[in-house]
């Protein structure tokens, strides 16, 4: 399976992007997706994630009412619109895919990732 993530770049505080990832394959139907993103010095950490219906879906506190995780299973991609974007949003954004078909938070739940896609936010 391979992730391809886009619609990254570069952005000034309070606009908005929109990521998409797409699988290369029908895995990704039936398992929960995500995104993760990891800041330069910094860990990975989890943005948002959807299960395989579409219907549960979680943030982090930092996005939660900023950003929306949607997912077109006919297209295999996962979509994070992001709107209000802050400086601290920086980071390089990573799309995977569950073992299961449940949205989870933790990375150790996520057997693919994709290459990622970079998002600067200026201030």
């Known amino acids: 399976v391979q992730l391809q993530a886009s619609g990254g770049g570069l952005v000034q505080a309070g606009g908005s992007l929109r990521l998409s990832c797409a699988a290369s394959r029908r895995t990704s139907s039936n398992n929960g997706m995500a995104w993760f993103r990891q800041a330069p010095g910094k860990e990975r950490e989890f943005v948002a994630t959807?299960?395989?219906?579409?219907?549960?879906?979680y943030y982090a506190d930092s996005v939660k009412g900023r950003f929306t995780i949607s997912r077109d299973n006919a297209k295999n991609t996962v979509y994070l619109q992001m709107n209000g974007l802050k400086p601290e949003d920086t980071a390089v954004y990573f799309c995977?895919?569950?073992?299961?078909?449940?949205?989870?938070?933790?990375?150790?739940?996520?057997?693919?990732w994709g290459q990622g896609t970079l998002v600067t936010v200026s201030s």
């Open positions: 995977a895919v569950a073992r299961a078909a449940t949205a989870a938070i933790q990375r150790e739940e996520y057997k693919y």
């Open positions: 959807i299960s395989w219906s579409g219907f549960s879906t």
